[in-house]
């Protein structure tokens, strides 16, 4: 994991260098928070400067700490989705920054703690009969829109998907539930965002 420690750690020098460089640009920081991400039950937050005419640099933060149901009961269902997701990302827009068609790239890193969740389109196959606690890294790429609403607010939808690593130690899903097992293995996410933005500066 020392990797993932050294990646994220070099993006957020990254980022702090192109927080010092939008200073020479106007109309240079938004705030966003993904509708979508909130349907999960997930706060959820994206920080994004200017770094050039047609470049943006970001930062998106979720964190889910909460039970979804009977997480302390051993006989309950015990079903969880916590976890805390920190995603470096970097865009190219195709007209100006903040405004029309964007590509996007990012990294992202996962520490999850899920239990007894059923998952659309078969992601995470066995998730809904067990408990899985463990880490995962991905890169992925995305396109999207962003429509300027007022001179403080947009709005922006986003599409595409993540390939990554999952490390994950499994368990009954059950509280206190037996260690079955590790499992590592390949992930394909999509990646998809409907973002309300505020623009601060």
Known sequence: MK??????????????????????YSQSIVIKNNLLYDATLTPNLEAEVKIGQRQTAGLILGFNPFPLKDEFS??????????????????????????????????AYVHYNVSNKKFPFGLFKGVDKERR?????AVGASYGYSWILSPRWSLEAEAGADVGYAWSKRYKYHHCGMFIGNENHLVVLPKVGVNIIYNVK
């Not at 070099?10 to 020479?24: E, T, V």
């Not at 309950?76 to 964007?102: I, Q, S, T």
């Not at 606690?133 to 890294?137: E, H, I, K, R």
Request: charged share 15%.
């Open 74 to 107: 051993y006989d309950g269902d015990n079903k969880k989705m916590r976890h805390l997701l920190v995603a470096p990302m970097w865009r190219y827009w195709f007209c100006e920054a903040f405004a029309g068609h964007f590509v996007s790239c990012n990294v």
């Open 133 to 137: 606690q463990g880490d995962l890294v």
């Open 3 to 24: 990797v993932v420690r050294h990646t994220l750690l070099i993006f957020c020098m990254l980022l702090i260098g192109a927080l010092a460089a939008s200073k020479a």
